[in-house]
Every structure is written in structure tokens, then in C-alpha cells.
């Protein structure tokens, strides 16, 4: 199961507000229905509280997906919610794109807390 | 004829309002007046209420345009009516983007509801 | 002479609001101090009133100015003068973009009605 | 040293307004400082008063900074000074893109008059 | 370690207000965790109060974090506080775009002042 | 059935050998297992006999596959060998590129005749 | 009609052998079956004999074609024909790449002469 | 363990021989030293003897490499000696790309029997 | 005049044959018939003999044409004359692109001794 | 010092031949003149021996450049002669690509033995 307590975080660099935004494009994880592999790329985004998460372990959160049976929408609103829980940031946005299936490319888009209209990716 | 039962949706995993977009690049359908085949992609953006359209699904009803004699205005307005009949969204874009035909592209934009200023494909 | 009498129309399908955009990417007019060919792209974006252009009708009224010595911003606005007047819109907005001449490109937008903040393109 | 009296108008051929863009793609002028020729790109955006420029003038005035050693900063400035003082447009951006030295890519973007929101290139 | 005094200025060519974009595509420092340079892109985009930056003197402070063990938001951070002191500007943005590490690209927005909506870089 | 009858060709309006290129981007046949359609992109490439084929009749001939259920590499073997029969060029290529399909793309390449080293598409 | 004695030539400026593209990428005729245009771009690529030909002439000439009625490989085989007799090049190739229509983009390629291998465009 | 009985395969449709490529772009296996995923495209191109291999048993052939430790070198191989094996082609390649890791991005090719200069993909 | 003195060499590195490629993307002249700029990017291809060019003294040269008025095919010449001259390679081709001028893009290619059939550039 | 004890190298897991291609894309290294940074791109290509090299270790070679003022002449022909020297390989390209300084993009292409024809990176 994909476990948030590998998540690792350090106190903000600085107490001016400032966005940090990783893009990741290399996630997988399975189709819960046919079993076949899903390919995404996750991009978070978000404006830190008095934490930022750590490289390394976001990198590692994401691969304990791979063997997962887990839906598109399910997927971000996982990572959205088990990211906010954890480090409190002032508001986040997690928009995941997956590759082709049967012809369609799809994203969906997560948010939590109050994104200044400037910051939002739609 | 279009086949709106075709649809097939789930319950939204999340009371959080979050947006879902479905890219379809495989589109096609028949010009009323020539016969001759229309390409397009079909992208459907909406923030789900109760409910989401399944993918699978919305491909099988996609394709059932494939040999009607339909318009794209009326394919855009069509699939914006039955879309959001069906699963009542909180807003819905419904965007068509057609191939060239005599040196034209054209594009189509249909919504329901009232969407976020910053989330509006124009 | 341009002919705007060669536009046919159809009545919208539509009573709900919706948006057409229609890129040409092959017209060409004249200039009228040199006599050289000029290439353009046209794109016209509306919100219709009662009534849509027809594309075929639109491509044989954007031929007739192959052979007119014309300026750019003259084309752009009569397309825009000569189309509102014909159908009308709630909205329209007419962009030319031209290839490079002498080392400029050109873009020329012209507006009628009351343009949605978000439908605008500049 | 550039010289606007070189510039020609012609008057504008709508009341109703509309917007102009010239990019120039083919801007040298020297570095005053080394003496090595820079290359920029100029975009010019307006929205007409009385007059629009001529451009093959606008070529030959951009022609004439060729042997000028002067800053970004300064050729962004005087375009944007010289320009509206002889064509009173109602709002105007010059847009400087410069190649890269030294690893930099660099933009500068003047303003004269009130740009309308959705017209602004950043 | 990264010296702002190395940073030169000059004063602005113009009351008017204007906005500059520098991108430098060639930072390069070292992750303090593990030794491995990392590589990214720093933009900085500001409008002037009453000096700019001289280009070859940022050039030389960006080389200055050469062999310096700094993390990605730290580096971010440093330099809009260090330039921001230095030159006061009206507002200012610095983003820094980082190269892929473990499969992600990473991007730190930091910003100064009130930037004008129309002007974020988001 | 795919229908070679529709074929017309017209006389090679030169004894100089040249070559003909023809790259149809709106194929699309049925797949026999799924009866899901497949998208394609046709490429005929030949050096001309006596004959060359008329445009208008190969996008027909093309269009009869439409609702055919046929294998990617038949649909390349038929089209090379009924227009290589109605036609006899010189030499002859038909090259069909497959969208993605459970996340491949497809390239089959037949050959008809000897074709020169230069002008042969891998 | 296609005029070649439009065409100015001046005498190559090297004894050495060299090769010379010109590509054109305005060139428009009419489809001699519908009287619709076509718009296509012109390659000529040459290794000079005694003379090359002049830039502005050559322009002129393809403007020539604006009106006629003329099929692809009529025009690609008979701008070989008059090129080739009026400057006797060592060797030469004409490509014309013509934009799509009714879904189809179309190469013709002919030659003049005997191309080096490494020199052929295919 | 890739298990190379899953493969399945259909009759080739033509003596006339001809050319397969299929791109698969969605592989993943482990590195074998450090347990983080790899990902990759794996390009198979052959000229079919008797036999051409069927497009779902590939997808699942790949896909039984998931969770395999095993070398980009090793894959490559594997690969194409398992495919020859299986099928007798009249000649294989095998292309993988893999994304980057640590900076750097990798191709393997491997080759079977004797490719034709102008078909070896280099 | 261009001014061959300005050129440094130093000793190449190597005895074993390796080529070396620098391409300028900022050349400007003057055409000789109208005054106006010329802007090309100039490739420089050679396999060096004992000596190989300096890249510094390599750009100063480059722009000792700047006020030339000068044809693209006498620049191209020049330049493979006076560096083929200075620094006997044992082979070398001279390539220069020059932008759009009255809708054509121009390429011409010098080669001065025997250049491997896979090291040409056509 | 570049350092090739650092190298490492493992067994060829194929008697059969094969082709190996790595690419890194964060190099960089000073110059000699100026002690500015270079930044470039290593390709890397060879046919193994009975040894390939391992790709962390030739990460970790790379990276012991980064202080050193050296030639991209140097760097080329030093990085051929140290893998050649240490792993045999049957042949062997090292091409670099680097950034462009003073308007400049270099390439070298260094070779080790004899490539087939076909599989050249000119």
C-alpha cells in the first residue's frame, strides 16, 4: 500500500511565501480492473507552510505505488490528501497526466487550501 | 445514433471538489452534406458532482459517432447535452478540435455551468 | 472585389452559449504598394447569435480577395465589419497572422461586441 | 544614431479599435561596452489613435540602430518613447528578446499608456 | 560562497516603469547531501527602482555557487534576498528550474515585493 | 470490401524518372480481434510508369477500408499490391504508421519493385 | 502562363564545385479540376555549371504560377524543364511538399543530371 | 522471470518480403543494484520469415519484466535472442532508449541476422 | 574587407583524425544590390590537418563582414577559400543558412578536398 | 585531474555484437583562456569488447572535469584515448556538443577503430 510515513520533510528555508512545484515522470501503478500498468506524470505543487517535503522520500512514496491496483482519480486524491495532512502547506495543487489508454490521454487536478488565482494550473 | 446509455459512471472518490479532464484523440464521424469522414479530438473537462464518467465507457460512446452524419457543432453540443444530463456535474467544457478540411481547423467550445474563471479552456 | 454576399448561414443548434473558432491557414490577398502576394492565417472566433457561417461559404468568401491589393489591417477589418454584419454575433474576434516580410511578422486582432474576459485572445 | 523622423504613418483604417503587433526578428545593434554586435527580436504592440506605422519605415528606423552602441535596456526605452510621441497610440508594449551572451537569455518589456489586462505579454 | 558583493549596477534608463527578464541556462552548484552538481535555469525578472543589474556582474555571482553545497529552495532564496537587498526593486521574481534528479524536474518560484498579476510567472 | 475498381489513374506527364509521394494522415480501419477501429497514417512513395494514380480516387479507395476488420500488416500487403497492379510503376513503397495501441506504435513498410538506396524509407 | 524568360541568371563565383537550395515556401497555383488553390513550397537544389540563378527573378517566376491551372507534378516537372535548360546546371533536383488536401500531403521529386548519392533529398 | 512462452504468433501475410517495426513505449524493469525502476522504449524491427509475432502477447511479454532486476545491456539481449528464437525473422533488430538516470540517457542495439544498410537503425 | 589575418590557429591536439563542426548563429552582411541585411548562420565542418582555428579569432572574422555588401554564395566561398588557405585541413565544408528574403530560405554548401560519404552535410 | 582509474567495467553479457550509446547531458568543465564554465554534451558509442563500462562509475569520470581548464579539443580526444585505453572496445565514437558561447556551437567527433558505415554520428 502506498505509505505516507516514508515522506520525509525539512523546516522551510524562509519565512517570505515562495512556490515549489516537483514534476515527476515516471509513475506507475496498475489498473485495479484489467491489471494492466498505468503511466503518469505527478506534478505537486504548493506554497510551504513551516515544511517542505524532501526530495528523495517524495521519490520513494511515489514508487510504493507501482504494484498498486488504483484508479486515476484515486491515485491524486491520495497523494493530495496524505501530502496536506502531512506538512500543512499554505495551499497545494496535485495534477497528475496519464499516458494514452484506448486513445485518451487524461489529467486530473487536486487542490487543497486557497490557490492565488496566478498560481493555479487548470 | 449517439447512444447516451452506452455511459457508465462511478461515485466520486473525493467530497473535495477536484477537476477531471479526458483527452480523445481518436474521434470521428461523417459530414451530413459530403459523406466524406471528420477527424477530431474530443476533451471533456469537469469538476465531478455525485459522480464521474467511466473511461472505458465514454471511448464505447465516442465511437458510436463513427458513422453519423452529424455536424460539429452538433457533435459538441450533442455530447455537452448528453454528458451533463447523465452525471450532473458542478461544470463541464466540452472542447472540439477538428483536422484540416479545406484549409481549415476548426474548434468548438461548449459549457455547462458556471466554470472558474481560471479554469475555463478558451 | 471581396464578396461578402457568397456567405451562406445556419441557424445555431444551440440556444445555450457556446464558442466557434475557425483558423484558415491559407489565405492570400495582394499588397497593395507592391503588388506581391501576402500569406496570412485567419482565425475568426464567435459566440453566435441566431445563425453560424457556413465553412464552405467562408472558404470561397476568404478566396476572393486572392487577387485584391489590400493592407493587412484593411483585411482584417472588414472581415470582422463584413461578418458582424451578416450574422450578427453576441461576439466576434478576427485575428491575421502573416508571414515575415522583409524580416516583420504581423498580427492583427480585431473585435466586435463585448469579448468575455477569458475568451480573449491577444 | 536612430532616427524616428525616418518612421512614416498612415491613418488608421477603423474607428472601432483593434490591435496591432510587428515582430521584428532581425534587430542588431553593438554592445557599448565590448563592441560586439547583440541580436534581438522586437515585437511592437499597439492599439491605434489616429495612426498606424508604415512598416517597411519601421524596418528602416530598426535599421538604423545597426552601428549604435547601446544597452537593452536603452533600445527597449527609446523605441517605446520615440514611437508614442510620433503616433499618439492609445496604449502601447515594446517587447525586447535578446540571443544569448554569456549564457543569458534576457527580455525587457516598456509600457506606454494603459494596456488592457488581457492584452499585457509578461 | 555566493558574494553579492561581486554584483555591479547601473542606473535606470527610465522613470517610466518597465519590467527585465534575465535567464541564465547555465547555473550549476552541488547537493549538499550528496555531492552530485546539480543544473538549472534561473530567471529573474524585476522592475526597476533606480538601478538595474549589470549583466556580467550577475553572471559572475551565479559562478560564484559553482562549488557550493546549497539545496534547490535555498539557492532560490538566497538570491531574491540578495539581489532584492542590493538593488530594491519595485518587485521582483526569481524561479529557478532544475534539471531531472530521480526522475523529477523541480521548479522554486520566490518573489519580492507586489508583482503586478498580469507580470507573475507562476 | 477495400475496392481497387475506384482507382483512376492519369497518364505520367514525364519520360524524366521522378518520384511521387502521397502521406494520408485520416486512415482508419477496424481491428478483426476487437472490432475496435485503428488510426493510421498511409505513405505511398513510387516512381511512375505510364500511369500515376489520381488523388481524389486514392483518398476513396483509402476511405473503403473504413469499417473493413483487418490486420495492420494485410491493410499495408493489399494497398501495395492492388495499386501496384492497377499501375505498374517503377518501384513502389507503402509504409503505414499505427497510433498507439496498449502503448505501442506500429510501422510496417512493403516494397514493390527495386528501390534506388537513396530514396528507400526505413 | 510560367514565364522562364523572367528568370535572370549571373555567373558562378567559384570554379570550385558547390551546391546551391533555394526553398520557397509561398508558392501557389490552382488545381486545374476544381480551380480551388494550392499552396505548396518549392525546393531547388543545384550544383551550378557556368551561371546561378538570381534570387528576385527566380521569385517572379513562381509567382507566375499564381493563376494557372496546374496539376503538382506538372508543376514540379516543368519548373525542372525551364530551370535546367536556361542555366544548365551539373546536376539539379525540384522538390514541391504541397499542403494537405482532402487529408493528403504530396511530394514530387524529379531530377535533372546525375545527383551525387550524399546530395539526393528523398 | 520474462517468460518468452507467453509470445504468440500468426502467419506472415506476404511472401513479398516486407518490414515490421513495433515501439513500445511504456517499459519498466528494476535496476538490479540498486532496486529503483527503469524506464525505457523497446523498438523491435524485422522482416518477418514464416512468422510475425502478435501484438497483445508482446505487451505482455514486456510487461513480465516489471519486477525484474536486470541490466539495460541484459534486456536488450534478452530480448532479441528470446524474439529470434521464437519467430526464425529474416533479420531483428532491437532498439531500447532509456530515460534519464543520474544525467544520462542510454541506447542498446542489438541486431540479428544480416539488416540491409538502408533499414539498420543506428 | 573580411580579413583573413584576423584568424589564429593553434596546434591540433590530436594525430589521430577527428572532425570538429562550429556552427555561428549570428552572421550578418549587406546585399550588395540593395543595402539591406543579410542574416545567415554559418557552419564551419572540417577534418583538421596540423592546425586547427581558434574560436575566438574564428568570431571576429565572422564579423569583419558585417558592412560587407556581399551574395551569400561569395560569402560562402570566401570563407572556405581563406580558411582552407590558412589552415590546409584535410578536408573542410562551409555551410550557411540565410533566413527568409521575399519568402525564400537559402542554403549553400563549399567543400574544399574529399570529405568522407558520411561526414557530408547536404 | 580527469581521473580513469575511476572507470569501471564489466563483462559484455553478449558474444553476439552489439551497439552501446551513452549520453550525458551535464558536462561541463572551464576554460583554459578565460576560466569561465563550458557546459556540454558527452555522447558516447562503441561496440564492446569483451568490457563495457559501468554507467556510474562514468558519471563519476565526467564529473572529475568539472574543475579542470581544458579544451574542447582536449576534452574529446582525452575522454576517446582514456576508454579505449582501458576497455578494448571493437570501435568507438566520443562526440561532444557544447553550448553556445560568443554565438558559437561546437561539435567534435573523436573515433576509435573502425565503424560500419552505417552506424557513423557524423
Redesign the interface.
Known amino acids: 500500500m502506498p505509505d505516507p510515513t516514508i515522506l520525509e520533510f525539512f523546516p522551510?528555508?524562509?519565512a517570505?511565501?515562495?512556490?515549489?512545484?516537483?514534476?515527476?515522470?515516471?509513475f506507475?501503478s496498475l489498473c485495479p480492473k484489467t491489471g494492466?500498468?498505468d503511466?503518469g506524470t505527478i506534478t505537486v505543487r504548493y506554497e510551504p507552510g513551516a515544511q517542505?517535503v524532501e526530495?528523495?522520500s517524495?521519490?520513494l512514496y511515489f514508487?510504493s505505488f507501482?504494484?498498486e491496483g488504483i484508479?486515476y482519480?484515486?491515485v491524486?486524491?491520495t497523494i493530495?490528501d496524505q501530502l496536506a495532512q502531512r506538512m500543512s502547506p499554505r495551499w497545494m495543487q496535485v495534477i497528475t497526466d496519464w499516458?494514452?489508454?484506448?486513445?485518451?490521454?487524461?489529467?486530473?487536478?487536486?487542490?487543497?487550501g486557497s490557490v492565488p488565482?496566478?498560481?493555479?494550473?487548470?
Open positions: 522551510s528555508p524562509s517570505t511565501p515562495f512556490v515549489i512545484e516537483h514534476v515527476h515522470e515516471e506507475t494492466h500498468p503511466f517542505c526530495l528523495k517524495l521519490k514508487q507501482r504494484n484508479f482519480e484515486a491524486t486524491n493530495r499516458k494514452g489508454r484506448g486513445g485518451f490521454r487524461s489529467r486530473i487536478v487536486a487542490t487543497h488565482e496566478a498560481f493555479i494550473r487548470a
